[in-house]
Each structure stands twice: as C-alpha cells, then as structure tokens.
C-alpha cells in the first residue's frame, strides 16, 4: 500500500555529485519528517540527514556542507543532494519517511565513489 522508491544513485569518481530522490505513493498518514539513511558494508545502518514537514533539517557530521535535504511535501518526495562526494560514502542509501502511525523504508539505492 505505501511504497519508497529511491533512484539517482550510481557509480561517481571522488569530488562528483550524484541526486537522489524518493518518491512515496499510497495512502500515507500525516508526515512527521523524511530522512535518508546509509549503510557500508560491513557497519551499522546511520543517518545521513533528515527533514521535518516544516523544513527544519538535521545532517550527520560526517556529511555537512557537501549533502542538502530537501522535500516536496505535495508531492511526498525527499531529496538528497550530494557533493564534494568521497570514497568513504559509498553505501546504500535508504529513504525513509515517519509518519504518526510509523515509518516506511524504501528498498535502497547503492551509491558508490571511486578514489
């Protein structure tokens, strides 16, 4: 009934840039915030940025200054600009979205950076 979708992701040298978008369909309640999360193989899922419906956003250290999060809250679509990217953030990349019932996760979408 709910689904994310992520896309964007791919293969991109050092200091590239790559945009990701997730795109939610189906009957979703109210939105509390949407979020893009990652995982390296090998390490734990972390959070790489979130966004409240109202705009206010939060990113891990590790990406500030070279990741913006944005959304259309209309369109139920979030937004992960990424830049300056390095070797060290290849990963999958997962969109989520919270809602007041629960969060849903999209199926992920790899995204790795060549040195």
């Known amino acids: 009934q709910v689904q994310l979708v992520e896309s964007g992701g791919g293969l991109v040298q050092a200091g590239g840039s790559l945009r990701l978008s997730c795109a939610a369909s189906?009957?979703?309640?109210?939105?509390?915030?949407m979020g893009w999360y990652r995982q390296a193989p090998g390490k734990q899922r972390e959070l790489v940025a979130t966004?409240?419906?109202?705009?206010?956003?939060n990113y891990a250290d590790s990406v500030k200054g070279r990741f913006t999060i944005s959304r259309d809250n209309a369109r139920k679509t979030s937004y992960l600009q990424m830049s300056s990217l390095k070797p060290e953030d290849t990963a999958v990349y997962y969109c989520?979205?919270?809602?007041?019932?629960?969060?849903?996760w999209g199926q992920g979408t790899q995204v790795t950076v060549s040195s």
């Open positions: 989520q979205i919270s809602t007041i019932l629960g969060a849903y």
């Open positions: 966004i409240t419906r109202g705009g206010l956003v």
């Open positions: 189906g009957i979703i309640s109210s939105i509390v915030a």
